[in-house]
């Protein structure tokens, strides 16, 4: 308020307490919220897109390109993965909402 007079040792803002319990704090809940939303996106591009998304991942030791590479060869396999995964951080998205 204005005119009003603070002690010298008196806090203008309150600490965040990062730890509530059960509920958890409000940073957790929107990291896990951004986690989901990025879960449904890649799930709706690969489902879109089945091959072209799979071979952005195509790098690193040569089983696991191999791997891609064999995955690639088998689209609706990966729509169904892909689905998937939109479907459970849909979920996850409507979980963190209603809490």
């Not at 007079?5 to 509920?23: A, C, D, H, L």
């Not at 089983?63 to 891609?68: H, L, M």
């Not at 088998?74 to 459970?88: E, F, K, S, T």
């Amino acid at each position: 308020m204005p005119g009003t007079v603070r002690n010298p040792g008196e806090y203008q803002w309150q600490k965040i307490n990062f730890n509530k319990g059960r509920e958890g704090s409000m940073v957790g809940r929107r990291l896990k919220e951004i986690a989901a939303m990025t879960m449904i996106g890649e799930g709706i591009i690969g489902a879109l897109y089945p091959r072209r998304h799979l071979l952005l991942w195509k790098f690193g030791p040569k089983k696991y390109r191999k791997f891609i590479e064999a995955s690639a060869r088998r689209p609706n396999l990966i729509r169904i993965a892909a689905g998937a995964g939109a479907g459970l951080g849909v979920w996850w998205a409507l979980r963190q909402i209603s809490r």
